[in-house]
């Protein structure tokens, strides 16, 4: 099946610093990606819907400019958490809906721990 | 008072036995339905989806059921085995294109 691939599976990072997470297709190419993040024992919360060329549509209450999303390519979109704070440790889940199919894949998750 | 966060409601089933997973879903105008699976540290798992024209859909010892009167949604695992724990969410959407909203899930856990 169709393979999502992320990097770093985990960050640890000094609060006030930015980090960046990546979100590749690796065989299929995705016009959408969706973000998600996920806090221990609740569900997954989407943060945003990524196109590819255009700019990111965000969910209520999530700060666009707190969490920056790229989507420059069909296999890739990144998250920027910017001056990160101990509450922005989370898991940050990506998924990408294929071009061809429409179906959606998952990720395995970004682990965010803000010191 | 103190608040109280809502916590995943969890199942015990004994291995060998069937689980039965619930979920209401939050969007009359939702049509299309999927069911994850989740362990620990990873990213969803397809399971098994349903649109809503139909009620039910069965797949390798899972059976998903719909019911759009009260909008409630489940997912029944046959001969449950231990590989089976893990958290289980509904997620649904407006049309397979839309985004996905999930459900606040369920952690299964199966007993030798």
């Known amino acids: 099946g169709a393979v999502v691939s992320q990097h770093p599976s985990r960050v640890i990072c000094k609060s006030g610093t930015s980090v960046k997470i990546e979100c590749r297709s690796l065989?299929?190419?995705?016009?959408?990606m969706f973000w998600y993040r996920q806090f221990p024992k609740k569900s997954l919360m989407l943060m945003a819907t990524?196109?590819?060329?255009?700019?990111?549509?965000?969910e209520q209450g999530v700060e666009k400019d707190k969490f920056l999303i790229n989507h420059a390519s069909l296999t890739l979109s990144t998250l920027t958490v910017t001056s990160a704070h101990p509450e922005d440790s989370s898991f940050y889940i990506c998924?990408?809906?294929?071009?061809?199919?429409?179906?959606?894949?998952f990720g395995e998750g970004s682990r965010l721990t803000v010191l | 008072g103190e608040s109280v966060g809502l916590h995943l409601p969890t199942l015990s089933v004994q291995e060998g036995d069937n689980s039965i997973i619930n979920c209401a879903y939050s969007?009359?105008?939702?049509?299309?339905f999927i069911w994850y699976k989740q362990e620990s540290g990873k990213g969803p798992q397809f399971i098994i989806d349903?649109?809503?024209?139909?009620d039910k859909r069965q797949g390798q010892r899972v059976t998903v059921l719909l019911n759009k009167t009260v909008k409630h949604l489940s997912l029944q695992i046959a001969a449950t085995q231990p590989g089976d724990s893990a958290v289980y969410f509904c997620?649904?959407?407006?049309?397979?294109?839309?985004?996905?909203?999930f459900g606040q899930g369920t952690e299964l856990s199966v007993k030798p």
């Open positions: 998924s990408g809906r294929g071009i061809d199919t429409g179906e959606l894949f």
């Open positions: 990524s196109n590819e060329g255009s700019k990111a549509t965000y």
């Open positions: 349903i649109r809503s024209n139909m």
């Open positions: 997620a649904e959407s407006i049309n397979q294109g839309g985004k996905l909203i």
């Open positions: 969007n009359s105008a939702s049509d299309y």
């Open positions: 065989d299929f190419q995705a016009t959408t």
